[in-house]
């Protein structure tokens, strides 16, 4: 049994950071209406950022924040400079775009800190808490990913910012008769994702140690988390990065072995896609024609 509750935990541990990963995901889809590729590498990147911040002598919530706020301007930038331009191109188009994004990113980042794996600090006590059955680290990450969940929903909910966000998103052409600046709008669903994602990297890189190639497999798990909870549902998606994390690690303990964790990820996301594509708490939306 606490062999169970450990692994329980230590998967919702993990469940957090794909939470994390797939609200950006989510973010990008809900501005855009587009999946971004190199979510994941532009998490890598941000992570990188905040590494070279300690090394100069930040501490590590210093780095953090600012590392949060350039990973920000970088997400605005990506959208002005390179998506904006693309306009009403096709899907096909713009998925060639992401993939050469995420390889841009990959091989910027070890062109600049090589591809030797480092270790990444902390922030919290290397002590066990819970019983002992869970790290600080993982506790830590699961109470980041829940206050960047409340902390967006209450941005969304009750800020004007964040409800013309959603209505250029829902409908651009009628927010632009309202005098919503859609552009920007878009550009900012970018700009939070990006530092959504770098939130994401800074917490996993004590785990899975920093190198280019850190999120390569996580990046399937945050797509796997929000395709089971809903692309369109930000709160459907967390909820999909916390049990897949818990399925995941009890089904690599239990029955599958670890070796197998990567394949159970692409099996549910091609199962979701076949059988309930809206995913679990998604919603389906029909338009007339």
């Not at 469940?15 to 797939?22: F, K, P």
């Not at 964040?162 to 970018?190: E, I, K, Y």
């Not at 809903?230 to 909820?239: E, L, M, T, Y």
Request: aromatic share 12%; net charge positive; charged share 10%.
């Amino acid at each position: 049994m606490e062999t169970f509750i450990h692994q329980l935990v230590a998967g919702l541990a993990n469940g957090g950071i794909y939470a994390s990963i797939a609200l950006a995901l989510v973010m990008i889809h809900q501005s855009t209406h587009q999946l971004n590729f190199a979510q994941g590498e532009m998490a890598m990147f941000s992570t990188f950022i905040a590494w070279a911040l300690m090394k100069a002598g930040l501490g590590f919530w210093t780095a953090f924040f600012v590392t949060a706020v350039a990973s920000f301007v970088m997400g605005m930038a990506v959208e002005r400079v390179v998506i904006r331009p693309l306009g009403q191109r096709s899907h096909l188009a713009l998925v060639v775009v992401f993939i050469g994004l995420l390889l841009i990113f990959n091989s910027v980042a070890g062109w600049i800190w090589g591809y030797d794996v480092r270790p990444f600090p902390s922030p919290f006590p290397d002590t066990r808490i819970l019983g002992g059955f869970a790290t600080a680290h993982q506790a830590g990450s699961i109470f980041i990913t829940m206050l960047l969940v409340v902390g967006l929903y209450a941005f969304f909910r009750y800020t004007p910012l964040g409800l013309a966000m959603r209505a250029a998103a829902q409908n651009p052409v009628s927010s632009r008769l309202v005098g919503v600046r859609v552009d920007f709008m878009l550009g900012l669903g970018w700009g939070l994702a990006a530092a959504i994602g770098a939130v994401a990297g800074m917490m996993v890189a004590h785990v899975l140690f920093l190198e280019p190639n850190m999120l390569g497999a996580a990046i399937l798990y945050g797509f796997a988390a929000a395709l089971v909870g809903g692309i369109n549902n930000p709160w459907g998606a967390v909820a999909g990065g916390f049990l897949l994390g818990a399925v995941e690690n009890l089904l690599g303990t239990y029955v599958i072995g670890d070796d197998m964790k990567l394949t159970l990820a692409l099996v549910i996301i091609v199962t979701v896609l076949t059988f309930k594509p809206a995913g679990i708490f998604g919603v389906h939306h029909i338009r007339r024609v």
